[in-house]
C-alpha cells in the first residue's frame, strides 16, 4: 500500500470545502470590520480602498462598500495633484471592470462606475461606449449594461440614429431582447417628433410600417417570446392620450361640488390647479378626493356655502352680465343660481374644454364622451381587421392551441386589435380567446382573470352610457376586480353579486349618487372601500367571509345607510352580533343577519 496516492472521500472532500468556506468567512469578516472601524474613526485613506478591494473582488454587491470608496476617493481629491489624481481614477476603473467580469450584473458596480465619470472633467465616453459593446457580446439582454450605455449615450450626446442602428444589430442577432426593443421606444420620438405631439406621442405613418414589419419578422422567427409581442402593443398605442373632463356634478343637498377627469390629477401641485369661482371672485375651498387620500385621482370634490345661491341671485337679476375669465389649470364659476361653466386648461396639452349647464333644483350633472376606448395610430388599425377577420374564420376557437404561430403573445394581441377596433362587437369573440388564452398560459391565469373583469367592466360602462341609464348590473359576470370606478361618478344602482371579487377598492368612494350596492354572494373579507358614499341607503352582502365586526366600521361614514344585509357572513355566528352591531353602526335601522 506504500508509494500510492490516496484518494480522499466524498466525506474528506465536503469537510476540506467547509474548511475553505470558514477560512475565507473569518477574513472577509475581518476585512469588512476593519473597513467599518476605519470609517468610523474617519481614516479614510487609500489602505481603505485596498480592504475594499479585496471583499469587492469577490462580492461586488456590497453596497455600503461602495458608499466608502466614494466618500475616499471624495477625501482624496482635496489631497492628490492631478496626476496622483488621475492614475488613482485609472486604477478605480480597472478595478469596476474587473468587478463586471465577476458579476456583469451588478447594481452597486455599474452605479459607482456612473458616479466616477460624472466627477471626471473630461470622461472618455467612447471608452465606456466600447465597454458596453463587450459586455453586450457576451450578453445582449444584460439590462444592467443597457441602462449605463443609456447614460453614457445621454452624456456623449451620441446621435439617436447611431444608437437606433446599434439596437438593430443587436435585435437581428437576436429577437428576443427586451432592453433592446424597449430602447427602440425611447430613441423613435426622438428620432421623429411630431407637431403638437409629447415624448410618447405619435409616430410618421412610414416609420410604424417600417417597425411593424420588423417585429413580424420576430414573431415568425419565435412566436412564443414575449419581448417583440411588447414592442408591438407600444406601436400600436402610438395615437395621442385625449385629456377630458369627464363629469361635473353638483349637489345641493350635500353642498358638494364634483369633477371626474380622463386621467389622475394632483390637485395643489404646480401643474394642476382647480379655482371655484363666484361671480369671477376665487372662492377658497379645500379640494380632495372621495377617499380622503388626496393622492394623484380621478375625482376631485369640494364643498361649497348654500349661502351663495342667493347672492349669486340678486346679482343676476340686478342684470349684471357674467364675465369669463383664462385660468391656468381648472376652474368652477359660478355666473349665477341656473348657470355654472366649467373650463379645464392642463399644462401639459394646453388645451382647454368649457361646458355650459343648468342647475336643477338638487343637482346638476354633465358628462363628456366616454375615455375608455383608447384609440389606436391609423396605420396601426390598417390591415388589423383584414387579420381579425381571418382569425375569425376559425370554426373552433379551441382549434387554436393547434395553430402554433398563435401564442399567448398573440392570442392577447388579438384580444387588444378586437378592443380597440369595437369592444362591444367583439365582446363574444373576447371573452372566447380569454378562455384559450387561460389554456395556453396557466401561469399567468390570475392576471388574465383581472384583465377579463377590466375589459367587462368597461363594457358594461359603455352600454350603459349609450343607454343613458344610472343602473349598472354587473352580476354573474365572474369578476375578480374592480376599475374604472371613477367613470361611475353618476351611478345611482350597482349590482355586483356573484362574483369572485374578494374586496371593495378605495375608489368606490367616486361615486357619489350611489344609493343601492349589491354585493352579495363573493368572497368578499374587507369593507375598506364602502367609505364617504353621501347617499348609500342600502347594502347588501350576503354569502360574502367578513369575519369581525371591525370590518363593517367604514360603514359609519356613510350617513344615510338605513339597510345592511350581513346574512350568511361568519360574522353573524358570534354571540350578541346584533347588539354589537346597533352599537357600531347607530345610524342603520335595519340590519339582517
Given at each position: 500500500?506504500?508509494?500510492?496516492?490516496?484518494?480522499?472521500?466524498?466525506?474528506?472532500?465536503?469537510?476540506?470545502?467547509?474548511?475553505?468556506?470558514?477560512?475565507?468567512?473569518?477574513?472577509?469578516?475581518?476585512?469588512?470590520?476593519?473597513?467599518?472601524?476605519?470609517?468610523?474613526?474617519?481614516?479614510?485613506?487609500?489602505?481603505?480602498?485596498?480592504?475594499?478591494?479585496?471583499?469587492?473582488?469577490?462580492?461586488?454587491?456590497?453596497?455600503?462598500?461602495?458608499?466608502?470608496?466614494?466618500?475616499?476617493?471624495?477625501?482624496?481629491?482635496?489631497?492628490?495633484?492631478?496626476?496622483?489624481?488621475?492614475?488613482?481614477?485609472?486604477?478605480?476603473?480597472?478595478?469596476?471592470?474587473?468587478?463586471?467580469?465577476?458579476?456583469?450584473?451588478?447594481?452597486?458596480?455599474?452605479?459607482?462606475?456612473?458616479?466616477?465619470?460624472?466627477?471626471?472633467?473630461?470622461?472618455?465616453?467612447?471608452?465606456?461606449?466600447?465597454?458596453?459593446?463587450?459586455?453586450?457580446?457576451?450578453?445582449?439582454?444584460?439590462?444592467?449594461?443597457?441602462?449605463?450605455?443609456?447614460?453614457?449615450?445621454?452624456?456623449?450626446?451620441?446621435?439617436?440614429?447611431?444608437?437606433?442602428?446599434?439596437?438593430?444589430?443587436?435585435?437581428?442577432?437576436?429577437?428576443?431582447?427586451?432592453?433592446?426593443?424597449?430602447?427602440?421606444?425611447?430613441?423613435?420620438?426622438?428620432?421623429?417628433?411630431?407637431?403638437?405631439?409629447?415624448?410618447?406621442?405619435?409616430?410618421?405613418?412610414?416609420?410604424?410600417?417600417?417597425?411593424?414589419?420588423?417585429?413580424?419578422?420576430?414573431?415568425?422567427?419565435?412566436?412564443?417570446?414575449?419581448?417583440?409581442?411588447?414592442?408591438?402593443?407600444?406601436?400600436?398605442?402610438?395615437?395621442?392620450?385625449?385629456?377630458?373632463?369627464?363629469?361635473?356634478?353638483?349637489?345641493?343637498?350635500?353642498a358638494c361640488l364634483t369633477v371626474s377627469?380622463?386621467?389622475?390629477?394632483?390637485?395643489?401641485?404646480?401643474?394642476?390647479?382647480?379655482?371655484?369661482?363666484?361671480?369671477?371672485?376665487?372662492?377658497?375651498?379645500?379640494?380632495?378626493?372621495?377617499?380622503?387620500?388626496?393622492?394623484?385621482?380621478?375625482?376631485?370634490?369640494?364643498?361649497?356655502?348654500?349661502?351663495?345661491?342667493?347672492?349669486?341671485?340678486?346679482?343676476?337679476?340686478?342684470?349684471?352680465?357674467?364675465?369669463?375669465?383664462?385660468?391656468?389649470?381648472?376652474?368652477?364659476?359660478?355666473?349665477?343660481?341656473?348657470?355654472?361653466?366649467?373650463?379645464?386648461?392642463?399644462?401639459?396639452?394646453?388645451?382647454?374644454?368649457?361646458?355650459?349647464?343648468?342647475?336643477?333644483?338638487?343637482?346638476?350633472?354633465?358628462?363628456?364622451?366616454?375615455?375608455?376606448?383608447?384609440?389606436?395610430?391609423?396605420?396601426?388599425?390598417?390591415?388589423?381587421?383584414?387579420?381579425?377577420?381571418?382569425?375569425?374564420?376559425?370554426?373552433?376557437?379551441?382549434?387554436?392551441?393547434?395553430?402554433?404561430?398563435?401564442?399567448?403573445?398573440?392570442?392577447?394581441?388579438?384580444?387588444?386589435?378586437?378592443?380597440?377596433?369595437?369592444?362591444?362587437?367583439?365582446?363574444?369573440?373576447?371573452?372566447?380567446?380569454?378562455?384559450?388564452?387561460?389554456?395556453?398560459?396557466?401561469?399567468?391565469?390570475?392576471?388574465?382573470?383581472?384583465?377579463?373583469?377590466?375589459?367587462?367592466?368597461?363594457?358594461?360602462?359603455?352600454?350603459?352610457?349609450?343607454?343613458?341609464?344610472?343602473?349598472?348590473?354587473?352580476?354573474?359576470?365572474?369578476?375578480?376586480?374592480?376599475?374604472?370606478?371613477?367613470?361611475?361618478?353618476?351611478?345611482?344602482?350597482l349590482d355586483l353579486s356573484h362574483n369572485?371579487?374578494?374586496?371593495?377598492?378605495?375608489?368606490?368612494?367616486?361615486?357619489?349618487?350611489?344609493?343601492?350596492?349589491?354585493?352579495?354572494?363573493?368572497?368578499?373579507?374587507?369593507?375598506?372601500?364602502?367609505?364617504?358614499?353621501?347617499?348609500?341607503?342600502?347594502?347588501?352582502?350576503?354569502?360574502?367571509?367578513?369575519?369581525?365586526?371591525?370590518?363593517?366600521?367604514?360603514?359609519?361614514?356613510?350617513?344615510?345607510?338605513?339597510?345592511?344585509?350581513?346574512?350568511?357572513?361568519?360574522?353573524?355566528?358570534?354571540?350578541?352580533?346584533?347588539?354589537?352591531?346597533?352599537?357600531?353602526?347607530?345610524?342603520?335601522?335595519?340590519?339582517?343577519?
Open positions: 500500500m506504500h508509494g500510492r496516492l490516496k484518494v480522499k472521500t466524498s466525506e474528506e472532500q465536503a469537510e476540506a470545502k467547509r474548511l475553505e468556506r470558514e477560512q475565507k468567512l473569518k477574513l472577509y469578516q475581518s476585512a469588512t470590520q476593519a473597513v467599518f472601524q476605519k470609517r468610523q474613526a474617519g481614516e479614510l485613506d487609500e489602505s481603505v480602498l485596498e480592504l475594499t478591494s479585496q471583499i469587492l473582488g469577490a462580492n461586488p454587491d456590497f453596497a455600503t462598500l461602495w458608499n466608502c470608496r466614494r466618500e475616499v476617493l471624495q477625501q482624496l481629491e482635496t489631497q492628490k495633484s492631478p496626476e496622483e489624481l488621475a492614475a488613482l481614477v485609472k486604477a478605480e476603473l480597472g478595478f469596476l471592470e474587473s468587478c463586471l467580469r465577476v458579476n456583469p450584473k451588478s447594481y452597486g458596480t455599474w452605479h459607482h462606475r456612473c458616479w466616477l465619470l460624472g466627477r471626471l472633467p473630461e470622461p472618455n465616453w467612447a471608452r465606456e461606449l466600447e465597454l458596453c459593446a463587450r459586455f453586450l457580446e457576451v450578453d445582449e439582454r444584460n439590462f444592467h449594461c443597457w441602462d449605463y450605455r443609456r447614460f453614457v449615450a445621454t452624456q456623449a450626446a451620441v446621435p439617436p440614429a447611431e444608437e437606433l442602428a446599434f439596437t438593430d444589430s443587436l435585435i437581428t442577432r437576436n429577437f428576443s431582447n427586451y432592453s433592446s426593443w424597449h430602447y427602440r421606444s425611447c430613441l423613435l420620438p426622438q428620432l421623429h417628433p411630431q407637431p403638437d405631439s409629447g415624448p410618447q406621442g405619435r409616430l410618421p405613418e412610414d416609420v410604424l410600417l417600417k417597425e411593424l414589419e420588423l417585429v413580424q419578422n420576430a414573431f415568425f422567427t419565435d412566436p412564443n417570446d414575449q419581448s417583440a409581442w411588447f414592442y408591438h402593443r407600444w406601436l400600436l398605442g402610438r395615437a395621442d392620450p385625449q385629456d377630458a373632463l369627464r363629469c361635473l356634478h353638483v349637489s345641493r343637498d350635500e377627469f380622463s386621467r389622475p390629477l394632483l390637485v395643489g401641485s404646480r401643474t394642476e390647479i382647480l379655482l371655484l369661482m363666484v361671480d369671477d371672485s376665487p372662492l377658497i375651498v379645500e379640494w380632495r378626493t372621495p377617499d380622503g387620500r388626496n393622492r394623484p385621482s380621478h375625482v376631485w370634490g369640494a364643498p361649497f356655502n348654500h349661502l351663495l345661491f342667493p347672492q349669486a341671485a340678486r346679482r343676476a337679476g340686478a342684470g349684471t352680465p357674467p364675465r369669463t375669465s383664462s385660468y391656468s389649470g381648472v376652474s368652477c364659476q359660478w355666473r349665477s343660481p341656473q348657470c355654472c361653466s366649467l373650463s379645464w386648461n392642463p399644462v401639459r396639452s394646453c388645451r382647454s374644454w368649457s361646458l355650459r349647464i343648468n342647475v336643477r333644483p338638487h343637482s346638476v350633472r354633465v358628462c363628456s364622451h366616454s375615455p375608455l376606448r383608447e384609440p389606436l395610430s391609423s396605420v396601426a388599425l390598417r390591415g388589423q381587421q383584414e387579420g381579425l377577420r381571418r382569425v375569425e374564420a376559425e370554426e373552433d376557437p379551441g382549434e387554436i392551441l393547434l395553430f402554433p404561430a398563435l401564442s399567448s403573445g398573440c392570442l392577447l394581441t388579438i384580444i387588444l386589435l378586437m378592443r380597440a377596433l369595437d369592444p362591444l362587437l367583439y365582446e363574444k369573440e373576447t371573452l372566447q380567446y380569454f378562455q384559450t388564452l387561460k389554456a395556453v398560459d396557466p401561469m399567468r391565469a390570475a392576471y388574465l382573470d383581472d384583465l377579463r373583469s377590466k375589459f367587462l367592466l368597461e363594457n358594461s360602462v359603455l352600454k350603459m352610457e349609450y343607454a343613458e341609464v344610472r343602473v349598472l348590473h354587473l352580476a354573474h359576470k365572474d369578476l375578480t376586480v374592480l376599475c374604472h370606478l371613477e367613470q361611475l361618478l353618476l351611478v345611482t344602482h369572485r371579487l374578494r374586496t371593495l377598492p378605495p375608489a368606490l368612494a367616486a361615486l357619489r349618487c350611489l344609493e343601492v350596492l349589491q354585493a352579495s354572494d363573493n368572497a368578499i373579507e374587507s369593507l375598506d372601500g364602502v367609505t364617504n358614499l353621501p347617499r348609500l341607503q342600502e347594502l347588501l352582502l350576503c354569502n360574502n367571509r367578513l369575519q369581525q365586526p371591525a370590518a363593517l366600521q367604514p360603514l359609519a361614514s356613510c350617513p344615510r345607510l338605513v339597510l345592511l344585509n350581513l346574512q350568511g357572513n361568519p360574522l353573524c355566528q358570534a354571540m350578541g352580533i346584533l347588539e354589537h352591531l346597533a352599537e357600531l353602526l347607530p345610524s342603520v335601522g335595519s340590519i339582517l343577519t
